[in-house]
T-cell receptor, first 116, second 111 residues
Framework: NAGVTQTPKFQVLKTGQSMTLQCAQD?????MYWYRQDPGMGLRLIYY???????DKGEVPNGYNVSRLNKREFSLRLESAAPSQTSVYFC???????????????FGPGTRLTVL | GQQVMQIPQYQHVQEGEDFTTYCNSS?????IQWYKQRPGGHPVFLIQ?????EVKKQKRLTFQFGEAKKNSSLHITATQTTDVGTYFC???????????FGGGTRVLVKP
């Protein structure tokens, strides 16, 4: 089991460029999440997907779009990157075994994005 | 909206000493989780607390959930260099379906 994988690991963009961050999990989890991590700010939820075919906004969704392509994959798209989107992006997944609230989240290794 | 605050933001600890980090929520939580992130790494789940007043131990780590289910603490005894990292608490609110993370406590250990 690879767990949660993310690509790319590093990316540098110029302001206005677009890109898609990819995330996949092989644990058959229904729920998937995208977070951004900035120094001193902890992890802030961008979007999440409780099941295939559904997505919902989190705390900081502006400037991002997501696609839950299938049960395994959840991608995050920046249509027009801005310097304020320089951050580390983590994808996570969670099972609902035993109840929705009561399971741990498994995180991917992260994508370190710099927008110039 | 729901807010989860952690103090201190930074903790410098002499190797062998004990310390405690605190997590406070603005609203009552259904459960709380703790994660550890090593420098350059990703968050890794440590433990979950569900019941009011619950205390759980993992070797030198003791986790506590407050009676009102609005706060939690992590106490580490005899700190080691392997304890270096950032510790996050994250709370689930009963009516919500996502975790809210605190800002984390970054632990630095002086040998």
């Amino acid at each position: 089991n690879a767990g949660v994988t993310q690509t790319p690991k590093f990316q540098v963009l110029k302001t206005g460029q677009s890109m898609t961050l990819q995330c996949a999990q092989d644990m058959n989890h229904n729920s998937m999440y995208w977070y951004r991590q900035d120094p001193g700010m902890g992890l802030r939820l961008i979007y999440y997907s409780a099941s295939e075919g559904t997505t919902d906004k989190g705390e900081v969704p502006n400037g991002y779009n997501v696609s839950r392509l299938n049960k395994r994959e959840f991608s995050l798209r920046l249509e027009s990157a801005a310097p304020s989107q320089t951050s580390v992006y983590f994808c996570a997944s969670k099972s609902e075994r035993g109840g929705f609230f009561y399971n741990e989240q498994f995180f991917g290794p992260g994508t370190r994005l710099t927008v110039l | 909206g729901q807010q989860v605050m952690q103090i201190p933001q930074y903790q410098h600890v002499q190797e062998g000493e004990d310390f405690t980090t605190y997590c406070n929520s603005s609203t009552t939580l259904s459960n709380i989780q703790w994660y550890k992130q090593r420098p350059g790494g990703h968050p890794v789940f440590l433990i979950q607390l569900v019941k009011s007043g619950e205390v759980k131990k993992q070797k030198r780590l003791t986790f506590q959930f407050g009676e009102a289910k609005k706060n939690s603490s992590l106490h580490i005894t005899a700190t080691q260099t392997t304890d270096v990292g950032t510790y996050f608490c994250a709370g689930f609110k009963a009516a919500g379906n996502k975790l809210t993370f605190g800002g984390g406590t970054r632990v630095l250990v002086k040998p």
